[in-house]
């Protein structure tokens, strides 16, 4: 089972339209953009999640101001990098990088992108089992899928791996 | 490892057709709700979290 269906085909639809426009004008064509298309589902059993270790995977950008490097939100092709931090990290200590969104939400009220105190609250109820030691966090721009696959999917799965988690919450904005 | 995600617009995600989806409706930037509304971000999350427990794959709308 493969999580991206006919990466090739679309890798060369990729680099030979949308890129190659951003490439030679310095403009983003979305009408050249093709976006990721699977036929297949994938079938995997559910589990409990009271037994379960959850490790929350945001795409709003958060980092660390001043511990940890910036996204860099205004590149066109998006960037591939993620960052982590401590579940217990208190939100004035964050800074956001994502230039693909509206952040009056989230200026209001960080809990819409990063809900980690009512997580807390169902592990404390025992509705969930635990939390991992730390969010996966990056900044949710990603035209190339075909890095998101060989470059992002891995590292997040390493820090899933790491924190033994079993279950993985994605927020994207 | 199970995952679920809970999106504002399930439009695109249903063409990559991840393992479970909750949409919420809610708009871009804040697909847990309206900010401060504790009810509704309260309401998702357990929603979202107890999808873990379906076979994948697995696509609901927010119930309230």
Request: charged fraction near 20%; glycine fraction near 6%.
């Amino acid at each position: 089972m493969e999580i991206f269906e006919h990466a090739n085909t679309w890798t060369e639809h990729f680099n030979s339209g949308w890129l190659n426009h951003l490439d030679t004008t310095g403009e983003i064509d979305w009408k050249q953009y093709q976006y990721v298309r699977n036929h297949s589902a994938i079938n995997a059993p559910g589990l409990d999640p009271a037994r379960a270790r959850l490790l929350l995977v945001s795409t709003a950008g958060a980092y660390i101001r001043g511990q940890q490097p910036a996204f860099n939100a205004a590149a066109p092709r998006g960037d591939y990098s993620i960052r982590t931090f401590p579940v217990t990290t208190p939100f004035a200590d964050l800074d956001y990088a994502h230039d693909h969104y509206d952040h009056a939400a989230r200026q209001q009220d960080p809990r819409v992108n990063l809900p980690l105190n009512y997580l807390a609250e169902m592990v404390t109820r025992g509705n969930l089992g635990s939390m991992t030691e730390s969010v996966v966090s990056f900044s949710g721009y990603h035209p190339d899928a075909r890095s998101v696959v060989d470059e992002m999917v891995p590292e997040i799965l390493q820090v899933a791996e790491k924190e033994q988690a079993q279950a993985a919450l994605l927020v994207p904005v | 490892m199970a995952t679920v995600s809970v999106l504002w617009n399930g439009g695109r995600a249903r063409t990559i057709r991840p393992p479970r989806t909750l949409i919420t409706g809610f708009g871009k930037g804040m697909a847990l709700g309206e900010p401060n509304d504790e009810v509704t971000h309260r309401a998702v999350l357990e929603q979202a979290v107890g999808m873990l427990r379906l076979e994948a794959p697995a696509e609901q709308s927010l119930s309230r």
